[in-house]
């Protein structure tokens, strides 16, 4: 039997890149999967290609944005409902915006923070009470970044939220435990999505050469540590956050011309 056979997942942020790709491997692994984007046209495409891949219904679009709170709830609760509870929910959606500190606006801080703290959070209650609610076992991830671990320029107000979400696997941890639910998180480093290959074409060229494996994250990589935290094995792992990036945050540079250390 598949590993996730008729378990029930809603994926947010999921129209294109991590999400999408989470979405894949939890269908073909046998899962009902609720695939959540902001776009509504972006979430039927998606779902549909993935159904065709697979070559059965097992994806459904469920459009909102996360950032909406009564619009998630009601969102959440409609298919909770449909399929009849839930097992694992992955709050993927984030947006990154870069900028400089000291040029950053208040605008773009309240949309970064309506989302990726906001929307985790809340995707969280609603995934928690949705699992409650049929006495289910269930399995929260969020989607963090080496952002969150790493301080990095024109990053600063995206980097706290991630970091943000590391503590929000933690605090929801030690309150969903003794209702059987896990949380964690995965915290991505540089990974090739449509988004980051937009934004730089050489995109996987220039980050090769940065992490001590010399690989660029792909979306399976990410998608094989989220799989991992959400399965049955991961009962016990509760409160972390899985640092997915080839090394990268294991060091930090030297002076150059270092008399005994070679960079
Ligand atoms: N790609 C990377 O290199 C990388 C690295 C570290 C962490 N991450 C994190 O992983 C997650 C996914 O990243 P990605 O690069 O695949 O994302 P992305 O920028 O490609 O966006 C994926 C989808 O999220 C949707 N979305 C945006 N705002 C939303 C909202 N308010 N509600 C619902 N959906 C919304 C978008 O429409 C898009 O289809 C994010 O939380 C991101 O911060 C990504």
């Known amino acids: 039997m598949a590993a996730f056979q008729n378990k029930k997942v809603l994926v947010t942020g999921a129209g294109t890149g991590i999400g999408f790709g989470l979405c894949r491997k939890f269908a073909e692994a046998g899962a009902l999967v609720a695939l959540n984007d902001v776009n509504p046209g972006l979430?039927?495409?998606?779902?549909?290609?993935?159904n065709n891949e697979i070559g059965t219904v097992r994806v459904h679009a469920c459009?909102?944005?996360v950032a909406?709170?009564?619009?998630?709830r009601a969102a959440v609760k409609t298919f909770t409902g449909s399929f009849g509870g839930l097992d694992v929910a992955v709050?993927?959606?984030?947006?990154?915006?870069?900028g400089d500190?000291?040029?950053?606006?208040p605008e773009d801080f309240d949309r970064l923070t309506a989302v990726n703290l906001k929307g985790s959070y809340f995707t969280a209650q609603s995934a928690a009470l949705a699992m409650?609610?049929?006495?289910?076992?269930?399995r929260i991830i969020f989607l963090s970044s080496v952002t969150g671990v790493q301080a990095h320029r024109n990053l600063s107000a995206y980097g706290v939220t991630k970091a943000g979400i590391r503590m929000m696997a933690r605090a929801l941890a030690l309150e969903l435990g003794p209702r059987a639910i896990t949380v964690n998180a995965v915290a991505a480093g540089a990974t090739i999505t449509e988004?980051?290959?937009?934004?730089?074409p050489d995109y996987e060229r220039n980050w090769n050469g940065v992490a001590p494996n010399r690989r660029t994250a792909t979306v399976d990589d990410i998608a094989a540590a989220v799989l991992f935290l959400a399965s049955p094995e991961a009962r016990h792992i509760t409160g972390e956050t899985l640092i997915v990036d080839g090394g990268w945050t294991i060091y930090s540079p030297l002076p150059a011309n270092h008399p005994q250390v070679p960079d």
């Not at 979430?43 to 993935?50: G, R």
């Open 43 to 50: 979430a039927a495409e998606a779902a549909l290609a993935i």
């Open 63 to 65: 459009p909102f944005d």
């Open 68 to 72: 909406d709170v009564p619009g998630l």
């Open 91 to 98: 709050a993927n959606a984030g947006i990154t915006n870069y």
């Open 101 to 105: 500190f000291l040029t950053y606006t």
């Open 132 to 138: 409650i609610s049929v006495n289910q076992p269930g």
């Open 195 to 200: 988004r980051t290959l937009q934004d730089d």
